[in-house]
Structures are given as C-alpha cells and as structure tokens.
C-alpha cells in the first residue's frame, strides 16, 4: 500500500528544483567537507532545505573528488515524506547501482558477483535473486525465534558478567562486541543453516571478518569520527578503499558457506536457477551487509533509547506487557516466539518509533528513468530530469511535520490505536512504506517483517531476564535481576 497525501483539486506548474552544485571540484569539495565535517549529514541536510525553503534541493553528496574517477556527485535531494515515496516506485526510479549512492564498491568485495541488492528491478536477475532471499527467509522462520533467543542469552551472559566484574566507581559493560557475536551467530544458524562453532577460525574471527569488509565498501561514504578530521578526509575519503586487505577473510566465510550452508546453496541453485558461485556471494551478502550490518546499527540505537536514564516510565511499561503477554501465552511456555511479539502492541509501537527517529539506512536513492514531475505535499511539483539520481534523507522525511505531530520528540507510544496504524505508512526504514510488502517486483526490504519481530523479540528478551535496566551509550550500566517471586508460604 502506498502512502495518500492530500492533494489540491488543481495541481501546481512543475517547478524547477532549488539549489546549485557550485562551480567544479570546488562545489563538490565544499558540500563534502559540510558533510563530513562542518555540519555532519543531519546539519548538511536541514541548513539546505531552510536556505532554499525547499524540502527538494540539490546538493553534493560524496564521495567526491580526487580519486573517485567516475563518480558523480550531484543529486536532487528529497527530505519529505510526500516526495520520497517516489523512490519506491519502480515506473520512477531505476535503482541498479545506487545503494549507497552514486559510488559503487568494486566487485571484488563480493567475489565478482552484481549481487541482487545492487540490481534494478528491469533486470531479470534481481527477481531471480530477491525470490531466493525471501525463500531462505521463509525457510529460516523455524528456527529463527528459538536460534536468536539463544544468541541472545549468550551474549546477556557475557555482559552481566563483564559488569560483575568491572572495577570502575561507575560500573558498566560495552555491549557492542557481544551483541554482533550474537548477531552473527544466530545469523549464520538461523538465515544459512551453517553454525560457526564448526569453524574455529569463523567462530572466533567471522564477526571481525565482517566488520573490515563492511567497513571497506562504506567508509567512502561515512562521516567515522575516530581519527582527526583532516587526517580522515585525506585518508579515508578521498579515494575508493582497496578489497584485497579483506580477501583472505572473505574467502574463509565463502568456504565457510560453501561447506555448511550447503542446503541454501543447493536451493539457489536448483530452486532458483542462481548458479553455485552467485549463490555463495549473494548468500554472504545478504547475511554480512543485509543482515549483519543492518541489525548492528539497529539494535544498539534500540537498546540505547530504551535503556536511556530517565525512561523508567517506558521501561515499566513494556516489562509489565512482555510480562502479562508471556504468562497469557502459557502454551508456548512463555517463550517470545514471533507469535507473542505480535501481540505486544506498546513493545512494536516503540520498535517502530526507534525506526522512525534513528532509521538504520538513513538515505535511499534512485535514479530517474525519465523526466516527470516529483510531488511533494501540497501539490506542489518539481521538475525532475531523465538520469537524475534522486537522494532521499530518511531522518526528515520521517519528521516531517505534515505528517507527524511533535515530530523530532521521541514517543513511545505513538503508533498505538487506530490513529497510529495509520501513521505506519509514513514509517520508511525498508525502502518502502511499513504497510508495504516486499515483492521480486520493488525494492523493499526482503525482511520487512522478521527485522521489526527481531527487535520486539529483543526487547521481550531483556524484561523476560530483567526488571530494569540502563544503559549510558553502547553499555550497560545496571542489569536488576528479575526478582523470583517467592513460594507461597505453605500451610502449617
Ligand atoms: C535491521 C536490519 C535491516 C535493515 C535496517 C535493512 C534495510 C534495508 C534497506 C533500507 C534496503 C533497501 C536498500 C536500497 O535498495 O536502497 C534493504 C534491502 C534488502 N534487504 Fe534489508 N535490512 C535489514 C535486514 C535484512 C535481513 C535480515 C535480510 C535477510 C534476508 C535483508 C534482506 C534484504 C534484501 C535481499 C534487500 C534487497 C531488496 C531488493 O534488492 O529488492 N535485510 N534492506
């Protein structure tokens, strides 16, 4: 389902787009350095809306000069929730090599293969490849809940004993590192079949393998924020990273894949007509980028926001509904399986708001197939020519005023009731509105539905374990035990 706005009865005259792209090198050069540097993307996008008084504009965005020979930077930038839905629409936009922008990592990365992701929809292949990964995502529906529940209590392990034993006045525990062992693990178990204690080498070193490449193909296009800001421009955005470093570590999880996920490579093959070689690139790209990399960004800023001091309130509220669901759903013997999370409607609803404030892929882009008007709200319409790449900012257009009251405050409960369904066809993070459905035919998060299930299934998890908890950042600060409640006292 695609998102309504209310619409003028007569439409406005197409408008040309606000904005220039400065004079060469040195416009690019500017845009970026604003990127990266002087204001950050946030600040990058919204000081260039206000000055043009536009929510449709055009900008730089980088990677841009010297090195990226072939790049070009220039887009039309589309920061409200009206407009962007044009970026869903695959009669508009071709999206073949703009997942990350107008910067394309070498093939390399992924052992020569144009994996789907990077496919338009025009292309045969892309069907063939999206079908597959909605198979194995179907497939993966067995195990998925039981194989991440257990991930999950391993890495609450690790943590609670790394705040046991911490010896600062101000006790905590980082959770990053344990969190992508879990993802990783129940990722591999769950999606591929291929359980990395089998491996000594990708069981101890998969997630860090991961890590490198992931970061390789987009630190280009990445404010990192861990060196000094010139030394990062000159070092890191200034030319394409090399894949060779990460080739050894990409060749042991390919063989990794090869070895024990050898029934989803069999499906690819004879169920998808995808051959062996494809399968296994695609097949890591999907789990490594996809998936990997998607719930690395995700589940922190989830745990982050809900684990925030002061937000007691919140988190009474979704332990006493994970609770009070758990014990109603006596027959699974309590166990937050996909089942139960539907039911958690205050646990979704604040999964969804994460979603909403801090999308994990916060831009999306696409290239025009033709010249057509883009609709922004009001009926006011741009002039959009054919080969123009269209980049789309999730963090405004997903608070945009027009749509969202209190638009830049984080609440909970905002998609609960009638009132808030409605508001879930303005919730973007998958590529396309959340009453959407992933298809061959769009470009839609394949795992629409199982990444938000994931997230409730988290949250479930930890007021299953807990009474309370915080966090400062990316660590827990305090882990409260759930009390056990004590036997009822027995008659004398
Ligand atoms: C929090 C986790 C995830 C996030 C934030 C996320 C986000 C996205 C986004 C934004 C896109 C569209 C990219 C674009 O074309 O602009 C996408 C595509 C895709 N995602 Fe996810 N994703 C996540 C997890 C997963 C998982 C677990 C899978 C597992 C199968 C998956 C499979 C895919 C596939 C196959 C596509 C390509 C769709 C196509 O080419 O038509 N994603 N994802």
Not at 120 to 135: G, Y
Not at 260 to 267: E, L, N, P, W, Y
Not at 306 to 323: A, N
Request: a negative charge; aromatic letters at 10%.
């Amino acid at each position: 389902m695609t998102p309504s706005f209310p619409q003028p009865a007569t439409a406005a005259a197409a408008r040309p787009i606000p904005g220039s792209y400065g004079p060469p090198l040195l416009g690019p050069l500017r845009d970026r350095l604003d990127y990266f540097w002087f204001q950050g993307p946030e600040e990058f996008f919204r000081r260039r809306a206000m000055e043009h008084k536009s929510t449709v504009f055009r900008a730089n965005i980088p990677p841009t000069f010297p090195f990226f020979v072939g790049v070009d930077p220039r887009v039309v930038a589309v920061v409200d929730a009206a407009a962007f839905t044009a970026l869903f629409d695959p009669s508009l936009v071709d999206k073949g090599d703009v997942l990350i922008g107008p910067y394309v990592p070498s093939l390399s990365f992924t052992g020569g293969t144009r994996v789907g992701v990077y496919l338009d929809t025009d292309d045969p292949l892309h069907a063939q490849t999206k079908s597959f990964s909605i198979d194995l995502l179907r497939r993966a529906a067995r195990n998925w809940a039981a194989e991440f529940r257990a991930a999950v209590e391993d890495m609450l392990v690790v943590v609670e004993s790394d705040l046991d034993n911490s010896t600062s006045d101000s006790p905590s525990a980082n959770y990053i590192i344990p969190l992508q062992n879990c993802i990783f693990r129940f990722l591999c178990k769950a999606l591929v079949g291929a359980d990395p204690a089998a491996e000594g080498i990708v069981d101890r070193f998969g997630v860090y393998i991961l890590d490198v490449w992931l970061g390789l193909q987009l630190v280009p296009t990445q404010k990192v924020g861990v060196i000094p800001q010139p030394l990062e421009e000159l070092l890191l955005h200034s030319f394409p990273l090399p894949s060779f470093v990460v080739k050894p570590g990409y060749d042991i999880l390919y063989r990794f894949v090869e070895k024990h996920g050898a029934d989803a490579v069999s499906v690819a093959e004879k169920e998808h007509g995808i051959s062996r070689e494809d399968a296994i690139n695609n097949i890591l790209f999907v789990l490594g980028f996809n998936a990997f990399g998607g719930f690395s960004v995700f589940l922190p800023f989830l745990i982050m926001e809900i684990g925030k001091p002061g937000r007691d309130g919140l988190r009474r509220r979704l332990r006493d509904e994970v609770r009070r669901v758990l014990t109603n759903s006596g027959g699974n013997s309590g166990e937050a399986g996909f089942a139960a999370v539907r039911e958690m409607a205050m646990v979704r609803s604040t999964v969804y708001e994460v979603l909403r404030m801090q999308p994990p892929v916060p831009l999306q882009f696409g290239r025009a197939r033709r010249s057509f008007a883009l609709r922004s709200h009001g009926g006011v319409n741009y002039e959009v020519e054919k080969g123009e790449l269209l980049c789309g900012y999730q963090p405004m257009a997903m608070r945009d005023p027009a749509v969202f009251d209190r638009p830049d405050e984080f609440l909970p409960e905002r998609f609960l009731g009638d009132d808030g369904e409605k508001l879930l066809q303005f919730v973007y993070w998958s590529n396309g509105p959340e009453t959407g459905e992933p298809s061959p035919g769009n470009k839609q998060c394949a795992a629409k539905e199982v990444v938000v299930a994931t997230a409730c299934m988290l949250v479930a998890e930890l007021f299953r374990r807990y009474d309370d908890f915080e966090c400062d950042g990316t660590s827990f600060t305090k882990l409260e035990k759930k009390e056990l409640t004590p036997p009822s006292p027995s008659p004398s």
